[in-house]
């Protein structure tokens, strides 16, 4: 079994940063692929940022520039840094793990994003 949780999410200002953190235990493999989506109210959960375990990185273009997603395979753990954050980026985070034995979720984090 996977288990992920998700951390680093919280309230910000427009203009602000956020780092988020998913930490990954269990049977965990270099090879899997990490990735962030997020949920808004009333809205479907979309891809944000993905990583492959050959450093492949695919964003939503309406973060690109802005987020930067990135691993640290010795601790297990997936960051999404997110700069310049606006209002539109508020939703609930979640942290996704893809492996040959199937696909893994975290809990969510919440990040909103308000003056």
């Known amino acids: 079994q996977v288990q992920l949780v998700e951390s680093g999410g919280g309230l910000v200002q427009p203009g602000g940063s956020l780092r988020l953190s998913c930490a990954a235990s269990g049977r965990i493999f270099s090879t899997d692929v990490m990735a962030w989506y997020r949920q808004a109210p009333g809205k479907q959960r979309d891809l944000v940022a993905q990583l492959t375990a050959g450093g492949l990185t695919t964003y939503a273009d309406s973060v690109k520039g802005r987020f930067t997603i990135s691993r640290d395979n010795a601790k297990n753990t997936v960051y999404l840094q997110m700069n310049s954050l606006k209002p539109e980026n508020t939703a609930v985070y979640y942290c996704?793990?893809?492996?040959?034995?199937?696909?893994?979720w975290g809990q969510g984090t919440q990040v909103t994003v308000s003056s």
């Open positions: 996704k793990l893809t492996s040959f034995r199937g696909s893994y």
